[in-house]
């Protein structure tokens, strides 16, 4: 059990020896002043890079674990090879304090024991399996963008045994992802702490050096990196952005885009596409494609996380469930299934429980890149429109970005792969229609524009309230 805190006078000599190796910066203080003063539990700093973040978290460490006999404190970085280097090879953490108050140090395990009964223990979210049922006293993550996201939601449950303070520190990442979730949620919470700390804070970076390097980044068009390495500012993609034209105009009320198409339902081509998995996410796309305005309209997704979920009986149940809500079963359905071609077993299974054939990919005969092409001059020349039930289609869309090296990431790629490989199915081509079948040539086709189809939608692509009403 944690013993109490230490009494004033103990307290005023360790805060005393701490201030003699080491004084924090203004920026610090404030995230000092939050922990210390004011009790926050849960601390987002978002800073720039040579803010000082390592240095502050050091401090916080060891002022936590002196003034707080018996306290387990974590020192956690996205890999246990990256803490060695960041904090432990270099004798960082080993040296900062006065050797009087440590009773040993263990170089195997990055473990530093107090002469208190506490400790100060280094390690990488990597080994998050060990941090399941643990009773810490205070926890520290540092460059958090780049966490495996099992790390917090396996240490975040023990934080309640002692009400431990959790500190996050880094750079902003380019994408949504944990960190930007559990940053708003910080931001927007007055029992917690979030600070956007640019990296000018730290008087001990040349204003001159700072200057160089934002002309620099600007110049090579690239100024979204300034913001977020520097100015700590959360912006997403930048230059790395896939799809920069992406924008939320595309997304329509799903009723409102269901009202819109029914008049021409026959004649849209319908499509419902899987990217099987069994154990990261089973993605299923529906769309259907005007073969004269070449529009291409998603309607909805399946995008399964929960691996019990990942079975033929319920991804095929749900699959008929949303085909038959957007179209009802006739004698002239025309429905077009198809699925990864790597997932052979989900074309023998789907077609012996539910008796739908679908049809293998191509994607070994094409490359990713004149996919992601092609869904770019589709958003270019105003031919997407989304309902708004696609979020997560959406959400991979908005956060697809080159990663350093410039690569495409084979990651969160799910629905992307799903519309890459509908578009291919259907041979879509945006500069000749499509062949017309013998009915469609008899039919009496209406063409029409998206703003034809959508005249309510404002220039940002919304709807107010009574329009929708209208709809």
Not at 391 to 411: M, S
């Amino acid at each position: 059990m944690r013993s109490p805190p230490v009494n004033f006078t103990d307290y005023s000599a360790i805060i005393a020896d701490l201030h003699a190796k080491w004084m924090p910066h203004k920026g610090q203080v404030t995230c000092g002043k939050a922990l210390f003063q004011e009790d926050k539990r849960t601390l987002f700093i978002q800073c720039g890079r040579k803010w000082g973040k390592t240095e502050i978290i050091i401090y916080f460490l060891y002022r936590w674990a002196l003034t707080n006999p018996g306290s387990s404190c974590y020192y956690i970085s996205p890999f246990q090879k990256q803490s060695k280097e960041i904090i432990w090879a270099n004798n960082r953490l080993q040296t900062f304090v006065d050797r009087k108050y440590i009773r040993s140090i263990n170089n195997t395990e990055m473990r530093i024991t107090l002469n208190n009964g506490g400790f100060i223990k280094c390690d990488g979210s990597d080994n998050y399996e060990a941090y399941r049922g643990i009773d810490p006293g205070f926890v520290v993550y540092e460059e958090f963008k780049d966490f495996r996201p099992e790390f917090h939601v396996a240490m975040e449950p023990n934080l309640l045994v002692h009400n431990a303070p959790l500190v996050i520190i880094g750079t902003p990442p380019s994408t949504d992802c944990q960190f930007t979730e559990i940053a708003a949620d910080c931001r927007n919470s007055k029992e917690k702490f979030f600070i956007e700390a640019p990296s000018e804070d730290n008087p001990f970076i040349s204003k001159d050096w700072l200057d160089k390097k934002k002309a620099e980044l600007i110049a090579k068009g690239e100024e979204d990196v300034w913001q977020r390495e520097y100015m700590g500012k959360y912006i997403k993609g930048g230059a790395s952005k896939i799809f920069p034209m992406l924008t939320e105009s595309i997304i329509v009320p799903h009723e409102v885009l269901m009202k819109s198409i029914k008049k021409d339902m026959k004649k849209l081509w319908k499509c419902a596409m899987a990217d099987p998995a069994g154990a990261s996410v089973f993605g299923v796309l529906f769309t259907m494609i005007n073969p004269y305005t070449k529009v291409v309209y998603l309607l909805d997704e399946i995008y399964e996380t929960r691996q019990s979920h990942m079975t033929v009986d319920s991804v095929g149940a749900r699959i008929i469930e949303k085909r038959n809500e957007f179209w009802y079963p006739r004698e002239d359905d025309d429905w077009y299934h198809g699925y990864d071609e790597a997932a052979t077993w989900w074309n023998n299974e789907l077609s012996d429980r539910f008796n739908i054939n679908s049809i293998p990919t191509t994607k070994a005969q094409h490359k990713k890149e004149s996919g992601l092409s092609l869904i770019k001059d589709i958003i270019l020349y105003n031919k997407l429109v989304m309902s708004d039930r696609c979020v997560k289609t959406f959400w991979e869309l908005d956060n697809y970005v080159k990663d350093r090296r410039g690569n495409i990431p084979k990651e969160n790629d799910h629905n992307i792969d799903n519309f890459r490989y509908t578009l291919g199915a259907y041979l879509y081509d945006l500069k000749d229609a499509s062949p017309k079948t013998p009915r469609e040539q008899e039919e009496n086709y209406r063409g029409s524009r998206i703003d034809q189809d959508f005249p309510d939608l404002d220039p940002f692509g919304r709807m107010d309230n009574d329009s929708i009403e209208r709809w």
